[in-house]
């Protein structure tokens, strides 16, 4: 069964600090992994797309990691900001680039002053 | 980059009116749009998936006479929720494939509320 799950499931930080958010899957076959940020009551944006090939991506503070062997990505967030609070979902793509999206329960990330 | 421009953000209405929520993508053309619900602290649930000019596919257990989607264009989806009642009380969120790059934009969403 195709399945994306995260942990951890809630995560509270004080602004400045790092995090990393973990994602675990087992999807077949595998064609992408994403990452989105949902804030409360809006729809969700993407932060990084990775393929197969790919191990590392970023954008700004934002750093996913993707090892394939292993079945595992993570999202790590460097100096976080109060407006990083929001949720992170992890999605994997099945099957052709652009097929079924398999999501995540997300994490909810919240940054306190 | 690619947006999704989805309405209304927020509606209230009536059980057993119906209400419609549109979605379209504003610098790219979409054959295939999603449909999600998705309830407090949970993830998004895929609904049905439209393609354009033709009949919607509906995910098991979702009710495709309830939920009345319509794919009329390349830019455009619509989903219309019939005979509303506060059970279908939830956020919808619609995304669109670019056919050029194959990514996948969502809209802000719809908050719905039935009364």
């Known amino acids: 069964k195709n399945q994306v799950e995260q942990s951890p499931q809630s995560l509270i930080i004080l602004e400045g600090k790092n995090c990393t958010l973990q994602c675990n899957y087992t999807v077949s076959p595998f064609s992408n992994l994403r990452w989105y940020k949902q804030d409360t009551g809006r729809g969700p944006v993407s932060l990084t797309i990775?393929?197969?090939?790919?191990n590392t991506k970023s954008n700004g503070r934002y750093t996913a990691t993707l090892d394939a062997d292993t079945k595992q990505s993570s999202l790590h967030i460097t100096a976080s900001q109060l407006s990083d609070s929001a949720s992170y979902i992890c999605v994997v793509s099945a099957g052709g680039w652009a097929d079924k999206l398999i999501f995540g329960t997300g994490t909810r990330l919240q940054v306190f002053p | 980059g690619a947006v999704v421009s989805q309405h209304p953000s927020r509606v209230i209405c009536k059980s057993g009116t119906s209400v419609k929520i549109e979605c379209r993508s504003l610098d790219f053309q979409a054959t295939t749009m999603f449909w999600y619900r998705q309830f407090p602290k949970q993830s998004l649930m895929l609904m049905a998936t439209s393609n354009e000019g033709s009949k919607a596919t509906y995910e098991q257990g979702v009710e495709k006479d309830k939920f009345l989607i319509n794919h009329a264009s390349l830019t455009l989806s619509t989903l219309t929720v019939t005979s509303a009642h506060p059970e279908d009380s939830s956020f919808y969120i619609c995304?669109?494939?670019?056919?050029?790059?194959?990514?996948?934009?969502f809209g802000s969403g719809t908050r719905l509320t039935v009364v």
């Open positions: 990775m393929t197969f090939s790919e």
């Open positions: 995304s669109a494939r670019d056919l050029n790059s194959y990514g996948y934009t």
